[in-house]
């Protein structure tokens, strides 16, 4: 199985700053990484599949880039509605797995 | 509207059954794969099981296999989470989820599941 850890677990920021959060996978992925939101009470929301490409309706502002075993999502200046968790997801082998997540929260 | 809505989760006694239901709307359920997601009370997601289009494919996690079975019925577009013999640690909000490139893309509303005495 393939462990995807997250870091940091926790990131304290302002509006406006840049987030920088990362996923590691234990052993290659390819490019099968992807990165989803979470609110409280909410479904996650898809952000960005294949590594860097942005599903339908996702701002610019989120950026994903990296391969096999090293990902990054960026998220350029943030908005007060994207304090939120964040997960990344691997499909490059069976069986699929999540990372445990990073809270993004207000400073 | 695209949507899905999952129903039948609810309390059941360990070692009890519950079959889980998804009902998918405003699209051609019939060309996509479908999966199912858990997320236990304020913990992270877990993938669970994933279904092919055509149901000639099933796959699962190592903690449900031969417990939990997946299934679809394409002319009803539902989908379908039978698990027997349910544990504690299965108590999660279960979301169904449509895959979009492999990945899950559009999600429901997530359904309930206590396994408790």
């Known amino acids: 199985e393939i462990v995807l850890t997250q870091s940091p677990a926790t990131l304290s920021l302002s509006p406006g700053e840049r987030a920088t959060l990362s996923c590691r996978a234990s052993?290659?992925?390819?490019?099968?990484l992807a990165w989803y939101q979470q609110k409280p009470g909410q479904a996650p929301r898809l952000l960005i599949y294949?590594?860097?490409n942005r599903a339908t309706g996702i701002p610019a502002r989120f950026t994903g880039s990296g391969s096999g075993t090293d990902f990054t999502l960026t998220i350029s200046s943030l908005e007060p509605e994207d304090f939120a968790v964040y997960y990344c997801h691997q499909r490059g082998s069976w069986p699929l797995t999540f990372g445990g997540g990073t809270k993004v929260e207000i400073k | 509207e695209v949507q899905l809505l999952e129903s039948g989760g609810g309390l059941v006694q360990p070692g009890g059954s519950l079959r889980l239901s998804c009902a998918a709307s405003?699209?051609?359920?019939?060309?996509?794969?479908m999966t199912w997601v858990r997320q236990a009370p304020g913990k992270g997601l877990e993938w669970v099981s994933t279904i092919t289009n055509s149901a000639s494919t099933t796959y699962y996690t190592d903690s449900v296999k031969g417990r939990f079975t997946v299934s679809r019925d394409n002319s009803r577009n539902t989908l379908y989470l039978q698990m027997n013999s349910l544990r504690a640690e299965d108590t999660a909000i279960y979301y169904c989820?449509?895959?979009?490139?492999?990945?899950?893309?559009?999600w429901g509303q997530g359904t309930l599941v206590t396994v408790s005495s």
């Open positions: 405003g699209f051609t359920f019939n060309n996509y794969g």
């Open positions: 989820a449509k895959l979009l490139a492999g990945y899950p893309n559009l």
């Open positions: 052993q290659s992925v390819s490019s099968y």
């Open positions: 294949d590594t860097s």
